[in-house]
């Protein structure tokens, strides 16, 4: 009878072993990387760009508001960072470490600029007409940047001999980058005075989505944004009286400011070359990028022109070629924006730790 009991104590203790490895298994398959990867699906199990209820209706509305294609590759990679912060955070709010509340609040500020951004904010896109707050005169119809300071300096460089066109085209770009920098600023004032508003009318402080150091917080942020504005505006003016000079270091627009942000900070002498180096790869990114949007767009319009002819076949094969297309687009625009944002952050702390030394 022993050896009996012995072997059915062997297969029990065997049986044990094979549910606990089925258990773990299970578990892996289901945090694995390759399953956490693929997209998720809703209810009806149909494929959905993000896995976040509110930013795939976002993206549906765009799609049926029929936004450019590049506009729809910088909202695509806009949305997946908002996706990547939120889910970080539901993370760390599982684990208690957001008790006040302000990583929430950010992440519904920056989810509000983005649908202000691309106009799905319900408000009539009348910000170049209305967000005069950085301006000196009323805007006149045919301004190229939708700013008189911006209007003049432009006019005053293209007639001033002291550009090549590819110099003209790269100052055009830092142009249109300060413009947009005008608009963001307007866009987070617009949200902060909202939030101020509803801040003011709860009943109770604790009732409030902000708190005060919340808010103390985005008028630092302000502050900073119109600090960049000045010394970007500075910029334009002095290139556009003396001309790009020979030690010019980059010639994208967003380089540009972190390099100059760089040496602004009280970074070491080493640590600003090996800065350098990694924003010749980051320009490179972002030349390649911007290559892969026009020919995105070159290829949005070809598609359309096949479409009006009718021709179905040339019509499916020329609307693969346009979906690849987007696809790459799409993922370099978020490595890019991604990348912005680590280097951003990079060169700020290293800033911030530097000057408390």
Known sequence: MQPLSDARSKMKMQLTILISLFVIGAMAGKYSKEINEQKASDKNNNQVEFRIAKLNQVWEKAIRMQLAPVRLSELHSDLKIQEKDELQWKKLKAEGLDEDGEREAKLRRNFNIILAKYGMDGKKDTRAL????????????????????L?????????SGKFSDE??????????????????????????????????????????????????????????????LNQGFERLRKITHEGYGADSEFKEPRVIE????????NLTEVELDS?????RHFETKVEKHQHYQEQLELSHQKLKHVEALGDNEHTMRNKEKYNALAEKAREMGYKMKKHLQDLTNKISQNGLQHNEL
């Open 167 to 228: 110099e003209l085209q790269t100052l055009q770009r830092e142009f249109h980058h300060h413009k947009d920098k005008i608009n963001e600023y307007n866009i987070v004032m617009d949200t902060v005075s909202r939030t101020e508003e509803i801040h003011k009318n709860v009943i109770s402080p604790l009732e409030g989505d902000m708190k005060e150091h919340v808010l103390h917080q985005k008028h630092a942020d302000l502050k900073q944004r119109m600090r960049g």
């Open 275 to 279: 800065l350098k180096e990694e924003l």
């Open 130 to 149: 209305d967000s005069n707050r950085l301006k000196d005169h009323d805007v006149k119809d045919g301004d190229t940047f939708d700013d008189p300071r």
């Open 258 to 265: 972190l390099w100059e942000m760089a040496k602004r900070s």
């Open 151 to 159: 209007d003049k300096l432009w006019n005053k460089a293209k007639t």
